[in-house]
């Protein structure tokens, strides 16, 4: 299957467990791979026949700032399944990264992987 991806969108937002975590916004990183059949858009040239990742990442960055977050596990949640719902994206992988999680690490992250069942 063919995919479209975003990588490395960074999004600022209030999320953690920890009540400090809260009161100000800390960077996560974003990586997004879709499947998408690219074939369509390629034959058209049509930006209609396409995932457009334009469109799709100002709704993620829309999502993640619209509440505060506990875990990274809920906002990957969160993000595959308004990608699925409202880009008709029949699986999708999140990855959620938080930079500064962990002093000794580059990054702390998630993946998840959801996939709808065809109708
Ligand atoms: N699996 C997870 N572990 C932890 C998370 C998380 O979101 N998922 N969050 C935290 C804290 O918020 C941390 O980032 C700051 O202390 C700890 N573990």
Redesign the pocket.
């Known amino acids: 299957m063919d995919k479209v991806l975003v990588e490395g969108l960074r999004v600022d937002a209030y999320?953690?467990?920890?009540d400090w975590?809260h009161e100000r916004e800390q960077p996560l990183i974003i990586d997004l791979e879709m499947d998408w059949d690219n074939a369509r858009a390629a034959t058209t040239n049509d930006l209609a026949d396409a995932l457009d990742y334009s469109t799709l990442s100002e709704a993620v960055i829309k999502l993640v700032k619209a509440q505060s977050w506990?875990?990274?596990?809920t906002l990957a949640e969160a993000v595959a399944a308004m990608i699925m719902q409202d880009f008709k994206v029949m699986r999708v992988q999140v990855k959620v990264g938080?930079p500064q999680?962990i002093v000794a690490a580059r990054q702390?992250a998630?993946i998840i992987v959801r996939q709808q069942t065809p109708a």
């Not at 999320?15 to 920890?18: P, R, S």
């Open positions: 999320i953690g467990v920890h975590e506990q875990l990274i596990e938080k999680a702390a998630v």
